[in-house]
DNA sequence: ACTTTGTTGTGATATATTTTTCACAATTTT
DNA sequence: AAAATTGTGAAAAATATATCACAACAAAGT
């Protein structure tokens, strides 16, 4: 059995639950751009991962390396040995699978939707349906389908932290009717439909088109015919090596849309707050759980 | 347009007519393998290509560098552009919208989730999770969090449809000891959890684990606390430029596990003919709508 | 063959960095 | 409150780098 011969990219994995916080902070530092960033000075990496040097140097020695130098002439060497391999042809995504595997099959799949599906969209759309989902005048009401509704209902819980005044609607339920009857002229409709396109959600579009609600769709590349209704369509290529279809492409588009109705609800000058305020929550939790 | 930066590989060999003997003979050996000896010692360098230390002092300036150490640091920029490059081109994905647009810059870092995640995984780790899920022996249990639970369902909903015995539990939700009354030893559970961990699922994690379930956990690359229990865990990277985590990779996972276990449940036999077909069907696909 | 000229290695050395360790205080976890 | 972890600042030890002068060498032209 030619083993693999243990990356040293996997020896931190492994060794992973044995280190402390800033250890593990360091780790994940260093998994960040490997190998890179390892072959640089001590000190240097020390700054980066926002640990102290004899951290590091403590770290290291706990691989069981005898010391950093050591580290650095093993990670050149995998370095090397790597190089000369031809395994990195087509890259694969999963690299310790054979490029058959399902793992590298189905992401390559994935990406290429994401590829088509971004090189599609109208900016222009998306921004204004942005604007339309922003705007917390509006009463928003969030419908998804069978499946679908899951989706939507990730969208709903964001939504409920970001602005007021917003309704989940499963449109298989048959509690849906009662809804309408207070939907008012402006009001918003971000609605689910990939296929098997849904005749209640095609009904629920139409009642609400016709009072006047505005109607963003989420859907696939072959568009629900709510796409008739909708002031603006978003859709995704769905298409896996499955036999189901893909949500992943249309769950992008559905975060990207989170996070720029988060962006414009907080006007731009939070903006940037916002993403420090990220950074140093995220060193807290890394502080916090150990 | 931005041209490609001109790789250090690049300077070398253009400047290789100007230099002399032993300096060609250096770049050559530094050409070898690339990067790698490039960013050792200096000595060990010298001593690789058989030239002196002088000579190699002497070359790195001649190519421009204030000396050793910066080339070795734009070795390493170099090194750490190029691990991220691999499909991510900087070719925009919004086309038409700029490159600070939310789309692209939320797409960048889903897709460099979806690589660093799926760089690390475990075949052999998640191959195990899916037998264990298509096993239909095994009653099954799903669980999420607040948030995860739409993905916990995701995963419910299509393997309601593939298999018998399972159950969607929400962590969240006061009904589960009810559930956890009937797992028998050898049961599995899968376990969404990422941050900010909760607490009941831990506790269920741990009562699953008392009656002898297997664990399979979806977590985060900073791992639930449940990962001690756990016997696989599949960890995605979930940073992008939001407020909020992604769960894109973590479906994508889950994605992958459904069509994997569907395969798994067909019979040995048929997969291979599946898969046949599949590659012919996508390709179908590709055809149609390009 | 004999310069001439430019290149290269040697050995030595000064400088600059890096690594490794310490002791101790601050902090966090148990 | 005790134990474990981590950062600080500093210093010592170890390496690495940059240079120098000079001799050895090679190639080119005379």
Redesign the pocket.
Known sequence: MSEAPLTISDRIQEKLDDL????RQLAHSILENYPASGLG???ALAKDA??????V?RM??KLGF?????F?SELREELKAKAKDPIEKHDTWAENAPSEHMLNRFTDAVIDNIRHTLGQIDPKGFDEACALVADDQRHLYIVGGRITHTLAEYLFLHMQVIRPKITHIQSTSNTWPHYLLDVKEGDVFVIYDVRRYENNTLKLAEMAHAQGAKIILFTDQWRSPVHQLADISLSSRIVVPSAWDSAVTTMLLTETMISAVQNLSWGDTKERMEELEEMFDQTKLF??F?
Chains 1, 2 share one sequence.
Do not use: F, H, I, M
């Open positions: 402390t916080r800033a250890e000075p001590l000190t926002n640990v102290s040097v004899p951290t140097a290291v020695q005898k010391g950093y130098p050591d650095q502080r916090k150990t």
